[in-house]
């Protein structure tokens, strides 16, 4: 397995971070004004053109450092079966990342309540997104694939594959900013609503090595809520 210096860590961010912005400003518009469809759908499609090549990027790169087969890629990946100590990471990590966000949440509807500050918005601010009703709801057969390579894929790549190679003191901690600079296209609401889950789920790769633990934390953290939001379950 190669190390992977800081510098070169930045620049796979980056560069995926600038990927994101050029989509949400060419593929996203272009959906949106071309297409009658549901407006969620253009999420949706955009994730797509987002996370697959960030899952292809995690999958070629250990292919290319040697890992041909299945088994290999998934080592190459640190995607194994949770131990005790993995579980208790994992579970762990998860309370406190709804902990957390449970807080800033509390703490957006006292500000607004009391000094008037706007909300926080639980969706991105390119996303139309009105509580799905009847047959539309059919729509998150569409999303459920997107969203199963927005957390393999992100997982994979930024766990898996940047953060166990990079060669640092205190490694995670730069993967961790690095992380939070990749959602800057959703806006300053999520990214402040984020915060918990940015943190925590390096963290726990830092203690455990192991990628399926925080593919459990950012899978089941992040799949209701978006459900949620939704079915119309919270503003």
Known sequence: MRSMTIRHASLLFAGFTAYFFFLLFTLFPFLRNNFGWNPVLNWFVTGYFLFVPIFAYAVLAVRREGSGTLPMVLEGLNIKPLSARDWKYSVFGLALVFALTGVIFGASFLLSRHLGVRELSTVPWFVELSPLQGMERLLLLVWLPMFFLNIVGEEAMWRGYIQKRVVARNGWVYCTLLWLMFHLPFGVDLLIMLLPLVFVVPYVFHRTQNTLGCIF???????????????????
Do not use: D, E, M, R
């Open 217 to 235: 934390i950012h899978g089941v953290y992040n799949g209701p809520l978006f459900v949620a939001v939704a079915l119309g379950a919270t503003a």
